[in-house]
T-cell receptor, first 113, second 114 residues
Framework: GENVEQHPSTLSVQEGDSAVIKCTYS??????FPWYKQELGKGPQLIID?????GEKKDQRIAVTLNKTAKHFSLHITETQPEDSAVYFC????????????FGQGTRLTINP | EPEVTQTPSHQVTQMGQEVILRCVPI?????FYWYRQILGQKVEFLVS????????KSEIFDDQFSVERPDGSNFTLKIRSTKLEDSAMYFC????????????FGDGTRLSIL
């Protein structure tokens, strides 16, 4: 079955700098890749997703890139702000008959003022 | 913005007791899911539910687990005889359709088995 690996497990950046979180997946049939942000005491909140028919997607300060050949995808946050501090999860889904999301281990991002 | 709501936020139960976790999915969504997250580990898929039946389940979802949509709004997860290793955060999620539609998560129920 699918396996998703995420790194780093922790990331600390200065406010205003960029942060990059990377994930790899094992199932070449996976075609949907969401990113979730989880704040303390809250559930995962979808922040951006990408489908396998595109290589990049942007939403303001957040972007995701996908390399299907290498089977990896990355989250890029630019001009980081203190409110970006949270745990970020990547996930993958093979939508050919399966609905489950397979998650990475999570990255704890800390933005230092 | 519509959201998935879960109750209770924290449930403490004696080992061997039955527990029911409740979820109200987003109203126009058709697919419902349960995931769990043991402390320090990945979020793991348990089960998906569509059209009043289970559409997929993981190996974690054994005979001790069941799901139900008892009315038009609630979606429940029942654990019949809880074990210490069932202690985890349980997240409910819902989506409009299964095919590449985003899953939206509730804030979870922290289940503590004593």
């Amino acid at each position: 079955g699918e396996n998703v690996e995420q790194h780093p497990s922790t990331l600390s950046v200065q406010e205003g700098d960029s942060a990059v979180i990377k994930c790899t997946y094992s199932d070449s049939a996976s075609n949907y890749f969401p990113w979730y942000k989880q704040e303390l005491g809250k559930g995962p909140q979808l922040i951006i997703d990408i489908r396998s028919n595109v290589g990049e997607k942007k939403d303001q300060r957040i972007a995701v890139t996908l390399n299907k050949t290498a089977k990896h995808f990355s989250l890029h946050i630019t001009e980081t702000q203190p409110e970006d501090s949270a745990v970020y999860f990547c996930a993958a889904r093979n939508s050919q008959g399966a609905q489950k999301l397979v998650f990475g281990q999570g990255t704890r991002l800390t933005i230092n003022p | 913005e519509p959201e998935v709501t879960q109750t209770p936020s924290h449930q403490v139960t004696q080992m061997g007791q039955e527990v029911i976790l409740r979820c109200v999915p987003i109203s126009n969504h058709l697919y419902f899911y349960w995931y769990r997250q043991i402390l320090g580990q990945k979020v793991e898929f348990l089960v998906s539910f569509y059209n009043n039946e289970i559409s997929e389940k993981s190996e974690i979802f054994d005979d001790q687990f069941s799901v139900e949509r008892p009315d038009g709004s609630n979606f429940t997860l029942k654990i019949r005889s809880t074990k210490l290793e069932d202690s985890a955060m349980y997240f409910c999620a819902s989506s409009e359709l299964y095919s590449n539609q985003p899953q939206h998560f509730g804030d979870g129920t922290r289940l503590s088995i004593l």
